[in-house]
Protein backbone atom coordinates (compact mmCIF):
# COMPACT_ATOMS: atom_id res chain seq x y z
CA UNK A 1 0.00 0.00 0.00
CA UNK A 2 2.39 2.98 -1.00
CA UNK A 3 2.11 5.77 2.17
CA UNK A 4 -0.43 4.50 3.80
CA UNK A 5 -1.65 3.42 5.85
CA UNK A 6 14.64 -18.53 8.44
CA UNK A 7 14.15 -20.98 8.76
CA UNK A 8 18.33 -22.47 9.01
CA UNK A 9 17.80 -25.77 8.17
CA UNK A 10 20.65 -27.95 10.13
CA UNK A 11 21.15 -32.02 8.47
CA UNK A 12 21.00 -33.29 11.75
CA UNK A 13 17.29 -31.66 12.86
CA UNK A 14 16.44 -31.39 9.31
CA UNK A 15 13.35 -33.75 9.31
CA UNK A 16 12.29 -33.23 12.49
CA UNK A 17 12.05 -29.31 11.23
CA UNK A 18 10.00 -30.17 8.68
CA UNK A 19 7.66 -32.64 9.74
CA UNK A 20 7.12 -29.74 12.68
CA UNK A 21 6.37 -27.35 10.06
CA UNK A 22 3.68 -29.74 8.21
CA UNK A 23 2.05 -30.16 11.83
CA UNK A 24 1.68 -26.73 12.64
CA UNK A 25 0.46 -26.13 8.92
CA UNK A 26 -2.42 -28.62 9.23
CA UNK A 27 -3.31 -27.52 12.80
CA UNK A 28 -3.72 -23.80 11.45
CA UNK A 29 -1.12 -22.91 13.61
CA UNK A 30 0.99 -21.67 10.63
CA UNK A 31 -1.56 -19.67 8.73
CA UNK A 32 -2.24 -17.68 11.86
CA UNK A 33 1.76 -16.80 12.35
CA UNK A 34 1.85 -16.01 8.51
CA UNK A 35 -0.77 -13.07 9.54
CA UNK A 36 -0.53 -9.97 12.46
CA UNK A 37 -3.62 -9.29 14.36
CA UNK A 38 -3.36 -8.28 18.37
CA UNK A 39 -2.87 -10.43 20.89
CA UNK A 40 -4.63 -9.60 23.32
CA UNK A 41 -7.23 -8.13 20.79
CA UNK A 42 -7.67 -4.96 19.38
CA UNK A 43 -10.74 -4.49 16.98
CA UNK A 44 -14.38 -2.89 17.18
CA UNK A 45 -16.95 -4.44 19.65
CA UNK A 46 -19.69 -5.71 17.60
CA UNK A 47 -17.72 -7.81 15.66
CA UNK A 48 -18.40 -10.59 18.15
CA UNK A 49 -21.65 -10.42 17.79
CA UNK A 50 -24.61 -12.06 15.83
CA UNK A 51 -27.52 -9.86 17.13
CA UNK A 52 -29.21 -8.77 13.92
CA UNK A 53 -29.41 -5.28 16.04
CA UNK A 54 -26.30 -5.46 15.98
CA UNK A 55 -24.25 -4.69 13.07
CA UNK A 56 -21.07 -2.51 11.99
CA UNK A 57 -22.49 0.48 10.24
CA UNK A 58 -20.12 2.96 8.82
CA UNK A 59 -20.40 6.29 7.32
CA UNK A 60 -18.10 8.49 5.00
CA UNK A 61 -17.23 11.76 5.04
CA UNK A 62 -14.36 14.43 3.59
CA UNK A 63 -12.90 17.07 3.64
CA UNK A 64 -14.15 18.68 0.44
CA UNK A 65 -10.93 16.84 -2.04
CA UNK A 66 -13.39 14.30 -3.07
CA UNK A 67 -17.10 14.66 -3.07
CA UNK A 68 -18.67 12.75 -0.48
CA UNK A 69 -20.91 9.94 -2.92
CA UNK A 70 -18.38 9.38 -4.76
CA UNK A 71 -15.93 8.49 -1.73
CA UNK A 72 -19.21 6.66 -0.18
CA UNK A 73 -19.12 5.04 -3.42
CA UNK A 74 -15.69 3.77 -3.55
CA UNK A 75 -15.48 2.55 0.02
CA UNK A 76 -18.70 0.67 -0.57
CA UNK A 77 -16.78 -0.84 -3.84
CA UNK A 78 -13.84 -2.05 -1.82
CA UNK A 79 -15.89 -3.59 1.04
CA UNK A 80 -18.39 -6.13 -0.95
CA UNK A 81 -16.62 -7.70 -4.38
CA UNK A 82 -18.02 -10.99 -4.54
CA UNK A 83 -19.22 -12.74 -1.79
CA UNK A 84 -16.42 -14.88 -1.29
CA UNK A 85 -13.57 -11.89 -0.85
CA UNK A 86 -14.57 -9.58 1.59
CA UNK A 87 -14.57 -8.58 5.06
CA UNK A 88 -18.23 -8.27 5.27
CA UNK A 89 -19.73 -12.01 6.35
CA UNK A 90 -17.14 -12.99 8.37
CA UNK A 91 -17.96 -15.95 10.84
CA UNK A 92 -21.29 -16.38 9.76
CA UNK A 93 -22.17 -12.77 9.59
CA UNK A 94 -21.28 -11.29 12.56
CA UNK A 95 -19.37 -9.10 10.50
CA UNK A 96 -21.83 -7.50 8.40
CA UNK A 97 -21.28 -3.67 7.16
CA UNK A 98 -23.85 -1.56 6.77
CA UNK A 99 -23.89 2.18 5.39
CA UNK A 100 -25.50 5.15 5.59
CA UNK A 101 -25.82 7.34 2.62
CA UNK A 102 -25.16 10.46 4.22
CA UNK A 103 -21.80 12.82 5.49
CA UNK A 104 -21.34 11.66 9.04
CA UNK A 105 -21.51 14.98 10.34
CA UNK A 106 -25.10 15.33 9.10
CA UNK A 107 -26.58 12.06 10.42
CA UNK A 108 -28.63 12.47 13.83
CA UNK A 109 -27.54 8.93 15.02
CA UNK A 110 -24.24 9.92 14.41
CA UNK A 111 -23.05 9.17 18.04
CA UNK A 112 -24.37 5.05 17.69
CA UNK A 113 -22.65 4.39 14.00
CA UNK A 114 -19.51 2.30 14.67
CA UNK A 115 -17.22 3.24 11.95
CA UNK A 116 -16.39 6.53 9.90
CA UNK A 117 -14.55 6.52 7.46
CA UNK A 118 -12.59 10.23 6.46
CA UNK A 119 -11.58 10.92 3.08
CA UNK A 120 -8.61 14.12 3.07
CA UNK A 121 -6.09 15.29 1.35
CA UNK A 122 -3.41 14.88 4.09
CA UNK A 123 -4.57 11.90 5.53
CA UNK A 124 -2.87 10.83 8.47
CA UNK A 125 0.54 12.58 8.17
CA UNK A 126 1.17 11.62 4.43
CA UNK A 127 -0.55 8.06 5.01
CA UNK A 128 -3.89 6.73 5.69
CA UNK A 129 -4.72 5.08 9.01
CA UNK A 130 -7.00 3.87 11.59
CA UNK A 131 -7.80 4.40 15.10
CA UNK A 132 -9.61 2.83 17.44
CA UNK A 133 -11.28 4.21 20.69
CA UNK A 134 -13.35 4.35 23.64
CA UNK A 135 -12.04 1.10 25.29
CA UNK A 136 -14.29 -0.97 27.86
CA UNK A 137 -13.59 -4.28 29.05
CA UNK A 138 -15.80 -6.56 27.49
CA UNK A 139 -17.61 -10.05 28.49
CA UNK A 140 -15.64 -11.99 26.17
CA UNK A 141 -12.50 -10.98 28.73
CA UNK A 142 -10.19 -8.50 27.19
CA UNK A 143 -11.03 -4.68 26.04
CA UNK A 144 -12.74 -3.89 22.97
CA UNK A 145 -13.93 -0.82 21.00
CA UNK A 146 -16.62 1.39 20.36
CA UNK A 147 -15.58 3.46 17.62
CA UNK A 148 -13.23 3.21 14.85
CA UNK A 149 -12.10 6.37 12.80
CA UNK A 150 -10.54 5.08 9.54
CA UNK A 151 -8.98 8.35 7.68
CA UNK A 152 -8.31 8.04 3.59
CA UNK A 153 -5.99 10.05 2.01
CA UNK A 154 -7.34 11.54 -0.98
CA UNK A 155 -4.80 10.34 -2.94
CA UNK A 156 -5.30 6.45 -2.37
CA UNK A 157 -8.89 6.81 -3.03
CA UNK A 158 -7.95 8.68 -6.48
CA UNK A 159 -5.30 6.61 -7.83
CA UNK A 160 -7.93 3.42 -9.63
CA UNK A 161 -9.94 0.81 -8.35
CA UNK A 162 -6.54 -1.39 -7.31
CA UNK A 163 -5.16 0.85 -4.97
CA UNK A 164 -8.32 2.16 -3.06
CA UNK A 165 -9.80 -1.33 -2.92
CA UNK A 166 -6.49 -2.22 -1.18
CA UNK A 167 -5.88 0.63 1.02
CA UNK A 168 -9.86 0.52 2.16
CA UNK A 169 -9.28 -3.15 3.37
CA UNK A 170 -6.11 -2.82 4.55
CA UNK A 171 -7.65 -0.18 7.29
CA UNK A 172 -10.52 -2.26 7.09
CA UNK A 173 -8.64 -5.34 8.89
CA UNK A 174 -7.14 -2.81 11.10
CA UNK A 175 -10.44 -2.71 12.74
CA UNK A 176 -10.99 -6.02 12.85
CA UNK A 177 -8.09 -6.48 14.53
CA UNK A 178 -5.36 -6.92 12.70
CA UNK A 179 -1.93 -5.02 12.82
CA UNK A 180 1.16 -3.58 10.14
CA UNK A 181 3.59 -6.52 9.78
CA UNK A 182 7.00 -6.13 9.77
CA UNK A 183 9.25 -4.57 7.00
CA UNK A 184 9.90 -7.40 4.02
CA UNK A 185 7.29 -9.50 6.38
CA UNK A 186 5.29 -11.05 3.39
CA UNK A 187 2.78 -13.83 3.61
CA UNK A 188 -0.33 -13.14 1.35
CA UNK A 189 -2.04 -10.84 3.06
CA UNK A 190 -4.31 -7.28 2.33
CA UNK A 191 -2.39 -6.16 5.28
CA UNK A 192 1.23 -6.62 3.43
CA UNK A 193 1.57 -4.50 0.50
CA UNK A 194 5.03 -2.87 -1.47
CA UNK A 195 5.01 -0.01 1.59
CA UNK A 196 5.96 -2.74 3.41
CA UNK A 197 8.94 -4.19 0.67
CA UNK A 198 6.37 -6.57 -0.26
CA UNK A 199 6.16 -7.63 -4.17
CA UNK A 200 2.55 -6.63 -5.05
CA UNK A 201 -0.45 -4.92 -3.02
CA UNK A 202 -3.63 -7.39 -2.86
CA UNK A 203 -7.04 -5.75 -3.54
CA UNK A 204 -9.01 -8.36 -1.55
CA UNK A 205 -8.27 -9.97 1.63
CA UNK A 206 -6.71 -13.35 1.44
CA UNK A 207 -7.80 -16.72 2.45
CA UNK A 208 -5.69 -16.63 5.48
CA UNK A 209 -7.20 -12.86 6.23
CA UNK A 210 -10.58 -14.55 6.12
CA UNK A 211 -9.50 -17.26 8.66
CA UNK A 212 -7.47 -15.40 11.04
CA UNK A 213 -10.66 -12.61 10.92
CA UNK A 214 -13.09 -15.57 11.18
CA UNK A 215 -11.52 -16.81 14.51
CA UNK A 216 -11.22 -12.83 15.75
CA UNK A 217 -14.74 -12.79 15.38
CA UNK A 218 -15.39 -16.34 16.78
CA UNK A 219 -13.21 -14.69 19.64
CA UNK A 220 -10.91 -17.98 19.13
CA UNK A 221 -7.54 -17.11 19.45
CA UNK A 222 -5.51 -17.78 15.79
CA UNK A 223 -2.34 -19.90 17.41
Known sequence: M??????????????????????????????????????????????????????????????????????????????????????DGLASSKVWFIPYSGSCPTLANRASIEIEYYVSAGGCGGVSCANLTDPYFGPLWHNEYKYAYVTLKTSHMTSGSALYHDVVNHETGHVLGFKDPNYGDCPLSVMHSRYYGCASDLEWPSDGDIWVGTTIANNSAPY
Not at 25 to 44: N, Q, V
Request: charge should be negative; proline fraction near 5%.
Open 2 to 87: PNYHAIRLVLAVGVLLFAGAVALLASGSMKARAYHYHSPPIHIWSMHEYSSATHEEFCVHTDGSLDQPTALARVKGALWVDGTREW
